[in-house]
């Protein structure tokens, strides 16, 4: 099959799916929202082609060369009905080589579907002006809080479980929101459950329980927000949950510098009158030991929590988190009350 592998792909131009599209491109912030819409894709092809009857390609922004995707994309399939190639990290691409990309999907190969995936696109850029006239472009918004219960009841739904309100929230709260954790966490209820399909709070509370390390994060997300009593009931929590107080307090103010660091770099920005996330990526790979960027929704929200503070109250805050480091070495006995002090007087 040539161009007809694309156009029709074993079905009629009257399928309700539509004709396979010779370029798509998908978008989000959410790697589970990137990666559904692939899998339905794969799925697709195996239906419609059959497994074996086309090729594969995988490469990666940043690492692969625009040049060496677009020769791979206009190879004629062999020994198969066609070629699908998928480029994950898009936004990784410099500028001349998204032209590049721009260039082919103007004019794509009818054998081969490019599927492009990244976490944004600009809608005036060459790219996603070509992807809406030859393809087919997606993009899948973050969830707000309030639609996430929802969602993963459908998550539910989609393993063969139920679950009331209640039970999601309680997943939710454990998990944090993000759409990969809530999907493992869904196939691990769905494991314990067996054949039962309705899911109890107690199953919630064996499976996935309220682990300390979750909770740490929360607790930042607290600092951060200056909510002086959710911090202080967190960490009471925390201890409630692990015996282990010293290693428990280690964690908790380490992570608790580690966010105290980004807050200073989002208000370095505020107060130079940028609030860029490109920015501020630049700046936090500066203090991070394992550079990675961060998603522009998550920078929003680091420049939203830096207005609660000024950089003086910041500074401070990080120097008398140093002190509370000292007096856990020099008597391990009152670290637990330092840094609950520390609590008190930053937040409040």
């Known amino acids: ?84 190639i998928v480029v994950n990290n898009l936004q990784a691409f410099s500028a001349d080589q998204m032209e590049i990309l721009a260039g082919y999907v103007a004019e794509p190969n ?15 850029s060459k790219l996603y002006k070509a992807a809406q006239a030859t393809g087919y472009v997606m993009e899948r918004q973050t969830p707000k809080a309030n639609e996430l219960p929802g969602l993963l009841r459908s998550m539910f739904q989609a393993a063969g479980l139920t679950a009331d309100d209640t039970v999601a929230r309680a997943v939710i709260n454990l998990v944090g929101n993000d759409l990969v954790a809530l999907s493992v966490a869904t196939e691990k209820l769905k494991a314990f459950c067996g054949d039962r399909t309705q899911v109890t709070r107690d199953d919630v509370a064996q499976v996935i329980g309220a682990t300390v390390e979750v909770r740490a994060w929360e607790f930042t997300n607290a600092v951060a927000e200056r909510a002086c009593n959710d911090a202080l009931g967190l960490l009471y929590a925390m201890f409630e949950q692990n015996d282990r107080e010293e290693a428990v307090l280690a964690m908790v103010r380490a992570l608790t510098a580690q966010k105290i660091r980004e807050l200073l770099c989002a208000r370095a920005l505020l107060d130079r009158g940028c609030a860029n996330a490109s920015e501020l990526n630049a700046r936090m790979k500066l203090l991070a030991a394992k550079p990675k960027n961060i998603p522009d929704w998550l920078a929003r929200k680091t420049f939203t929590q830096a207005e609660r503070y000024s950089a003086a109250e910041l500074r401070d805050a990080l120097v008398s988190l140093a002190e509370v480091e000292r007096q856990k070495t020099s008597r391990p006995e009152l670290g637990r009350l330092a840094f609950e002090r520390w609590v008190l007087e930053v937040l409040a």
């Open 1 to 84: 099959m040539a161009a007809a592998a694309v156009k029709t792909a074993k079905t009629s131009a009257k399928s309700k799916k539509g004709p396979l599209k010779p370029v798509n491109v998908i978008l989000s912030e959410q790697p589970f929202l990137r990666r559904q819409p692939l899998d339905r894709l794969y799925a697709r092809l195996d239906a419609e082609l059959g497994a074996d009857s086309y090729d594969t390609q995988t490469f990666e922004g940043g690492e692969a060369l625009a040049t060496d995707i677009v020769a791979a994309a206009q190879t004629v399939p062999f020994l198969s009905s066609a070629r699908l």
């Open 110 to 124: 009818p054998t081969t579907i490019l599927v492009l995936i990244g976490e944004k696109l600009l809608k005036t």
